[in-house]
């Protein structure tokens, strides 16, 4: 069981942490109950019910060492999970980003608001915010609402949009676009 000899309920939180997380405490009674960590909220949006068109978007998301959302008027904000380091991600061209989505674990991140831009996320070790390099920005002439990653490759990705054609199709009619691009 792990804990500490002065303290044999004690859970290690990540190594990096350096602190223990005890979920017992003593009551006036003398009776032990479990406690709950304390926690702080980051944000809080609301978050509307998906158009048809939207399915499977993600304005959240989150690997081993950021947090990003989408924020008003078009900005992603990233939050590094280790340290209180953030940034915030401009130049979408609309008002409303409507995917986000890390490349597997790492460092890529592509957000899809009118135009398509895919950053490079990474701590300068300076102490400061953040840095996020564009590594591809695509125009919004593609009407994109969703990115899709190649499973192994950060080189490719699909991107998603609604068919463009008149009359308007049933709202599940999506068609793909690939692209490949070497993102360094």
Known sequence: MPGTKDNPTAIPLPASAKVWYDP?????????????????????????????????????????????????????????RRSPNRTLLRGHTDKKVSDIQFFQSGDVLGTVGGNVLIWRIYDAGTGADLTAEKLLELPPALGATRLVWHPLNPNQFWILHPRQTSPPPPPSTTTTTTFSHAVG
């Open 24 to 80: 017992t405490v003593a009551t006036a009674s003398g009776q032990t109950q479990q406690q709950q960590p304390e926690t702080t909220p980051i944000a809080h949006f609301e978050s509307a019910p998906p158009q048809s068109h939207e399915f499977g978007n993600n304005w959240l998301d989150v690997n081993a060492n950021y947090v990003v959302y989408a924020v008003k008027n078009g900005l992603v904000r990233v939050l590094d």
